[in-house]
């Protein structure tokens, strides 16, 4: 296996790991969550095995596969665009195939075929096995699907091919599909139930990426507090397990565990947690261990009560605040994230202004804020009208956005004159004179390269910052090296 570096952005080495012997060219491009990416390096391990390299150029691929996103239409909307963008593509490289991969396809199915002429291929996010019996099918000029979703897969036997890596940090997928039933939520008809996969072969993972210098890992899962392993299955067989698979069953805080221990130096992340499945023992896990990071990515969506329901989260903003005091007295300064929804259907302004008081009450770090985008399908679709004017969804969210960076700057403020560890990833965006990094409570910070490389960690006095960076000069590698 060799590798080749391609400086394609500002400052960033990518490795791209190549086989000699492999002569197909496959560009793939990935759109929405971090699930998506990481199955996008499971994809092209599969394709890499059939005689597919991964290109960065277009018109050289002879497979191009697109992993798209369904959770907004905006989303949808813009892998539509990149398929017009395909046809022109075509013209100058007919021997192209193009496939689409992920929850879209998994949404539209064979609509998919017939709605974009340029696609050939149609693969649901369990499928990707059947990739290269798909792709002989297109060779023989036939359209191909698979969009079955799955009870096991969990493609816990595929080691990933790392995509657009900094050598640095990596994603190690846990879980698949979701059973919670968030109303406006396509998750669990695009990604199928929840399964989990075996720990043994997410440590072999985790050890594997240390052997080759990564030095932080992100446990991925749309419901990581959800993780449950009992020998395989679905998890909501678990209540048919022996008496034997209860017992030995892992859960969230004991994987968390299990990768602590297993490489004391590494970092590790996790994300996406839901308020209702987390348990207090992965917050105690997280305080025991000092390479677990002390940064939760916390979704609310809403902080009123009855949009709450309506939303069917299965929580109240008070359940909530418990939860958030819990974090605060068990990891003091956890730093917490969260993602909101403004204009959920019948959402008032008294519900509004809870979402606001709520943010008021936690301060997060930082949050991904969207307004409602109605989903085919789901079953706020269902039962709900999209009711809220656009106009006042826009207006509740640049007021939920506006709240969010005058916390994110507090929050931000708290650290200056601190020493923080950092982890370099890449060169600062802003100077090829300074590195940037994260810290443990995933801040972006940078400072003056000095003799430091990436992969470092390195302790930063913190001098300055803006709303959402930390900004210092670093006084040394820390123990962590
Ligand atoms: S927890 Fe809710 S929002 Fe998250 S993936 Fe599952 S259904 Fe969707």
């Not at 092209?44 to 018109?59: C, P, R």
């Not at 072999?204 to 993780?227: C, M, P, R």
Request: with cysteine; charged share 30%; hydrophobic share 35%.
């Amino acid at each position: 296996m060799e590798k080749t570096i391609d400086e394609t952005k500002q400052g960033e080495t990518l490795v791209i790991p190549q086989k000699k012997e492999n002569t197909k060219k496959l560009f793939i491009e990935s759109y929405g969550c971090s699930m998506n990416f990481s199955d996008s390096e499971i994809v092209a391990s599969i394709l890499q095995n059939e005689g597919f390299n991964t290109t960065q150029h277009l018109e050289e691929a002879d497979l191009v596969l697109v992993n798209t996103c369904s959770i907004r239409d905006k989303a949808e909307q813009t892998v539509r665009k990149r398929l017009e963008k395909y046809n022109a593509v075509k013209r100058i490289n007919p021997k192209m195939k193009v496939g689409v991969l992920g929850c879209m396809a998994e949404r539209l199915k064979s609509k998919f075929l017939e709605e974009e002429k340029i696609v050939d291929l149609v693969v649901g996010p369990d499928a990707y096995k059947d990739l290269p019996n798909l792709i002989a099918e297109v060779d023989e000029g036939r359209d191909a699907i698979n969009v079955i979703l799955s009870k096991e897969e969990t493609y816990g036997d595929i080691s990933p091919v790392r995509l657009n890596s900094n050598g640095v940090t990596a994603f190690v997928s846990i879980t698949r599909g979701c059973d919670n039933m968030c109303t406006f939520c396509v998750v669990p008809f695009t990604r199928g139930r929840e399964r989990s996969r075996d720990p043994q072969s997410i440590i072999e993972e985790i050890n594997d990426l240390w052997a080759k210098g990564y030095k932080e890992i992100t446990l991925l899962g749309q419901n990581v507090d959800s993780y449950l392993w009992y020998g395989g299955g679905l998890k909501k067989d678990f209540e048919k397990a022996s008496d034997f698979e209860k017992a030995t069953a892992t859960d969230f805080a004991k994987l968390l565990e299990l990768c602590a221990k297993a490489q004391p130096k590494m970092r590790i992340r996790f994300s996406t947690s839901n308020p209702q499945d987390m348990h207090l023992e992965v917050i105690e896990t997280m305080a025991k261990y000092d390479n677990i990071c002390n940064h939760i990515h916390l979704p609310v969506q809403s902080g009123s009560n009855r949009i709450l329901k309506a939303m069917n989260r299965l929580h109240t903003r008070e359940e909530y605040f418990t939860l958030i005091d819990n974090i605060k007295k068990i990891i003091p300064g956890c730093a917490i994230s969260q993602d909101m929804i403004a204009g959920f259907p019948t959402e008032t302004e008294q519900d509004h202004q809870d979402t606001l008081s709520l943010m008021e009450y936690v301060k997060y770090n930082f949050g991904y804020m969207f307004t409602y985008s109605e989903r085919p399908g789901t079953l706020a679709e269902r039962k709900f009208e999209d009711d809220i004017p656009e106009a006042t969804k826009s207006r509740r969210l640049s007021e939920i956005i506006a709240l969010q960076l005058k916390h994110s700057e507090y929050r931000t403020r708290q650290f200056l004159n601190t020493t923080v560890e950092v982890l370099i990833e890449k060169e600062s965006k802003k100077s090829n004179q300074q590195w940037s990094g994260r810290t443990q409570h995933n801040i972006v910070c940078v400072f003056p390269k000095a003799d430091y490389k990436v992969g470092d960690f390195v302790n930063v006095n913190v001098t300055d910052c803006t709303k959402a960076t930390l900004i210092g000069e670093a006084i040394g590698l820390s123990n962590n090296n």
